[in-house]
Nanobody, 124 residues
Framework: QVQLVESGGGLVQAGGSLRLSCAAS????????MGWFRQAPGREREFVAA????????YYSDSVKGRFTISRDNAKNTVYLQMNSLKPEDTAVYYC?????????????????WGQGTQVTVSS
């Protein structure tokens, strides 16, 4: 069992930056692939980024590639999402997710644990 708690969301102007954090507790954090997803009102939850257990392999959706960076600190049981050059269309609830002993993937169904989400609002 893993508990995930996101933080760092908020209101920012277009072009600005935010850094999301996801703190994990429970089973060994380094056993998990970690991912970030987001869900805007009226839309399905979508993949944003993922990182392998060592932090050596990452994967991004086309919509955030070059603007967002995922990273992790296994000593702190935390995964981060640095978001730069934010756009109004990035507005959503952002969720952290964990996949036990898996591979980097964009598939929602592959992830075993989810956080409660943190709201990110980008104003134009």
């Amino acid at each position: 069992q893993v508990q995930l708690v996101e933080s760092g969301g908020g209101l920012v102007q277009a072009g600005g930056s935010l850094r999301l954090s996801c703190a994990a507790s429970g089973r060994a954090f380094s056993n998990y692939v970690m991912g970030w997803f987001r869900q805007a009102p009226g839309r399905e939850r979508e993949f944003v980024a993922a990182i392998n257990w060592r932090g050596t392999s990452t994967y991004y959706s086309d919509s955030v590639k070059g603007r967002f960076t995922i990273s992790r600190d296994n000593a702190k049981n935390t995964v981060y999402l640095q978001m730069n050059s934010l756009k109004p269309e990035d507005t959503a609830v952002y969720y952290c997710a964990a996949e036990f002993l898996g591979s980097v993937t964009a598939g929602l169904e592959e992830y075993d644990y989810w956080g409660q989400g943190t709201q990110v609002t980008v104003s134009s």
